[in-house]
């Protein structure tokens, strides 16, 4: 299978962010990606003021998404938006999964949300706008059983067994990673978290600054079982693609099987 990390730098013009993204969904269907991802909140990410209406999952936003992935025979992971929520005043962080043929073929809500403190430095509270989901997700990607996360959930390894005992091979995490964590933390946790399950995992991030004074990583990479580094996105706005090996996942969950030596 080969996949395609799609790097964004969303801002508060909607319409922009949509054709940017529009245009590296058209560059990972030329280089032949089975699987394209797009980041968290690819669609808007800036100033609350801005924001978009929040939506169904039948939405425009997911018929953007359908009509890109039915357009180019290729399974797209439309990153996440802001899906309708619970009451007024907190919507939910919302990945859409859509098949060859434009159908919405699973979706989650994230589950972790980045209530984070830092004097001097950041504050930011998800918790405040947004609600949190409570089901993990695995869609199967032409039969390749894929597990669905967002960006904070990372620091979260219970989520990911879980995934994992659901049959996940891959795992698929959509970001907007704070640069003054993601410097230190991105590339280790993503590494972590393949070499623990035994899972390729995609990540798709948001790269440079964003409107109220947020600055994202970027450096979105795919990862083999071994948590080889297979393919890494430089610090601008592109397409990156690697190809998963399915028997080498098999052979590394058969001649190191952590997996099946768990007692707990």
Known sequence: ??????????????????????????????????????????????????????????????????????????????????????????????????????????????????????????????????APGAEPAVVPVDGLPVGLSICYDLRFPELYRRLVELGARVLVVPAAFMLHTGRDHWEVLLRARAIENQCYVIAAGQIGDHEPGRTCFGRSMVIDPWGTVLAQAPDVVGVTVADLDLDRLERIRTELPSLANRRL
Request: net charge negative; hydrophobic share 40%; aromatic share 8%.
């Open 1 to 130: 299978m080969r996949v395609a990390v799609c790097q964004v730098n969303s801002r508060e013009d909607r319409k922009a962010n949509l054709e940017v993204a529009a245009e590296l969904l058209d560059r990972a269907a030329a280089a032949g990606a089975d699987l394209a991802i797009l980041p968290e909140y690819v669609d808007h990410l800036g100033p609350a003021d801005t924001a978009p209406v929040p939506e169904e999952r039948d939405g425009e936003f997911a018929a953007f998404f359908a009509a890109a992935a039915a357009r180019h025979g290729m399974w797209v992971h439309a990153g996440s938006f802001h899906e309708r929520g619970p009451d007024p005043d907190r919507t939910y962080n919302t990945s859409l999964i859509f098949d060859r043929t434009g159908r919405l073929a699973g979706s989650y809500r994230k589950i972790h949300l980045y209530d984070v403190e830092i004097p001097g430095r950041v504050s930011y509270l998800e918790s405040r706008t947004v």
